[in-house]
């Protein structure tokens, strides 16, 4: 299969990339690791006319933390994050969601800037990032800004981004002591999008009581979805069976998934529930380790 | 916290779902996707690019169409069909090479993204007579190919875990060609390959080869 026609360019500045973007619009893409926008051009589902390439801009692959922040450059690959000690330690989850993602080669190109700005429910990386609460970092003509994970996605394949706003970087909080973070999908076959999928990240005080408590949901919902009633029941709570067991009944019936070839509606609201439960006792057991 | 609306509902996303419910049309506003029909569009599109690759240590220069794919320039412009195309839509491995060192799906690459990177094929694994690599001697030790197809992507993906994961354990080796699909000869003997490489790579003599056949 071949893309229809398109002209390519691979600037080396942010500031040179975003006059191309201002310059070709809404008929413009940005290419990172091309890993959903070449299968999308190559079914012809998209022909953009200008293919922007930012993979040769400098500085967007970097993972760094600076005081209480984390912040992981657009460009940097799924492989990296999946190998990266100084993350994996804050943050188990990303050793969890990076090896349900695709396969070996596919980890080796995507990127999760890319994964984010592709607007897609069924990927992994938004549920991640509304359990860790993260803040998209978007430049523009007009300079840089922010916008919490809340507002990032707007519809399907469509998110806060302008078009001629790079996503630059994800910014993450770093977590307090006694935290911990979890996440699992349910998949068919390696590199199969997510039948359901549950991102968990809690944090515990002293005494067992639920302090912080954030739940993404992957692929059964037309947006990335926060279980905001899951997410209530657990804070302030210590984490008894019962409490996480209706924390993950809430988010069991305030999804909304489609009927698909992964399953129906009903088998797929069982296993969010199922899910959901689950990450919640493994972050807890992480947030306590 | 905004409450956006939620979109219509259709098949869930497209590329994935390649045999089942890919959406018919791509919706309407949702998203900016352009499909502009190819007559409208301007004259300078598509202006073709030079690029330059090495593969296998020797540097090639070509003038390429941009939507032209890294696996039709190495297997039609440069000739070297050992790189295979299997399914054409990421699943399968058959086309992986290394790009500056890293396992990739040269189906899914753009030429034009390769320009002045080093890329290594399965031609370069061994020259003509020489000596067969330890991988390629333990995937013919442990009759690790039948048809031989997926066998390139194999020893390619192959390569960078056993430079990645010198002594992996049998899980991280499944787990590390999770990305290649074999239809023939069953993944045991490939496996087994990949452990006679390991073995010989650390100077350790692999385990005695008693291939299965399933
Ligand atoms: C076989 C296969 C299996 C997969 N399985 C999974 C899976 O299980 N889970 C999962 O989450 N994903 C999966 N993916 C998707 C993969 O992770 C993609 O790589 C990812 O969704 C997109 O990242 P990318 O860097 O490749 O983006 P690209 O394909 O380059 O871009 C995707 C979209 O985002 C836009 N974009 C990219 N970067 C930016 C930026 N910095 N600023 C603004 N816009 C930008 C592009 O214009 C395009 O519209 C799979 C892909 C394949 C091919
Ligand atoms: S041909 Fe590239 S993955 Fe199958
Ligand atoms: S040897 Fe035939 S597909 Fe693997």
Same mark, same amino acid.
């Given at each position: ?8 360019? %691979? ?21 990172? $690791? ?7 051009? =190559? ?15 400098? $500085? ?91 507002? !990032? !996605?707007?519809? !399907? ?79 302030? =709570? ?11 009944? !809430? %988010? ?24 959901? =439960? ?10 306590? %380790? | ?5 939620? /979109? ?21 506003? +949702? ?7 190819? +007559? ?21 220069? +070509? ?43 040269? @189906? ?18 061994? +020259? ?18 039948? @048809? ?35 239809? @023939? ?25 008693? /291939?299965?056949?399933?």
């Amino acid at each position: 299969m071949i893309a229809a026609d398109f002209n390519y360019e %691979a600037p080396t500045t942010l500031d040179e990339a975003i006059s191309l973007l201002q310059k070709y619009g809404d008929e413009a893409k940005i290419l990172s $690791g091309g890993h959903s926008l070449i299968p999308m051009m =190559k079914l012809r589902f998209a022909s953009p006319e200008h293919i922007i390439d930012i993979n040769n801009i400098p $500085g967007l692959s970097d993972i760094s933390i600076a005081g209480d922040t984390v912040h992981i450059g657009a460009l940097v690959r799924e492989a990296q994050i999946e190998h990266s000690a100084q993350l994996n330690e804050h943050f188990p989850i990303f050793a969890d969601v990076t090896k349900l993602i695709a396969d070996p080669q596919v980890r080796n190109m995507g990127t999760i800037g890319g994964n984010l700005a592709h607007g897609d429910a069924a990927n992994d990386h938004p549920a991640v990032m509304i359990a860790l609460n993260a803040t998209v970092i978007a430049t523009g003509p007009d300079g840089v800004r922010s916008i919490p994970i809340d507002e !990032f !996605f707007l519809g !399907f394949y469509m998110t806060a981004l302008q078009p001629d706003e790079i996503l630059t970087e994800i910014q993450i909080p770093m977590p307090a002591a006694g935290t911990g973070s979890a996440y699992h999908k349910l998949e068919r076959k390696v590199g199969d999008y997510a039948t359901a999928g549950a991102a968990v990240q809690l944090t515990l005080d002293g005494n067992g009581v639920c302090t912080y408590a954030g739940i993404g949901l992957t692929n059964v919902n037309p947006l990335p979805l926060r279980a905001e009633r899951s997410e209530a029941a657990l804070l302030g =709570k210590t984490l008894t069976d019962e409490v996480i067991a209706e924390a993950a009944q !809430f %988010a069991a019936e305030d999804c909304n998934p489609s009927a698909d070839l992964r399953g129906d509606e009903e088998y797929k609201r069982a296993m969010v529930g199922v899910l959901v =439960k689950r990450m919640i006792h493994k972050a807890a057991e992480r947030a306590v %380790a | 916290m905004t409450t956006p609306q939620p /979109p219509p509902k259709t098949g869930g996303g497209a590329v994935r779902d390649s045999f089942g419910d890919l959406p018919l049309l791509k919706q309407e506003g +949702a998203g900016g996707w352009s499909n502009v029909a190819q +007559a409208n569009k301007p004259e300078t599109i598509n202006m073709k690019k030079q690029i330059t690759v090495t593969v296998n240590g020797q540097a090639h220069t +070509a003038e390429v169409e941009p939507r032209l794919l890294l696996v039709h320039l190495i297997r039609e412009n440069l000739n070297m069909t050992g790189t295979h195309i299997g399914c054409d839509t990421s699943s399968c491995g058959a086309c992986t090479i290394l790009l500056d060192g890293k396992s990739v799906k040269s @189906c899914t690459i753009l030429a034009v993204q390769a320009n002045g990177k080093s890329i290594a094929t399965v031609e370069g694994m061994c +020259a003509p007579g020489a000596p067969l690599s330890n991988l390629q001697e333990g995937f013919k030790e442990n009759h690790g190919l039948h @048809c031989g197809f997926c066998t390139p992507g194999m020893m390619m993906r192959a390569t960078e875990l056993l430079e990645m994961n010198p002594d992996p354990t049998e899980d991280e080796i499944r787990w590390g060609i999770s990305g290649n699909l074999c239809r @023939c000869t069953g993944y045991n003997n490939i496996v087994k390959a990949i452990q006679y490489a390991s073995a010989k790579n650390r100077g350790v003599e692999p385990a005695s080869t008693e /291939p299965q056949f399933v």
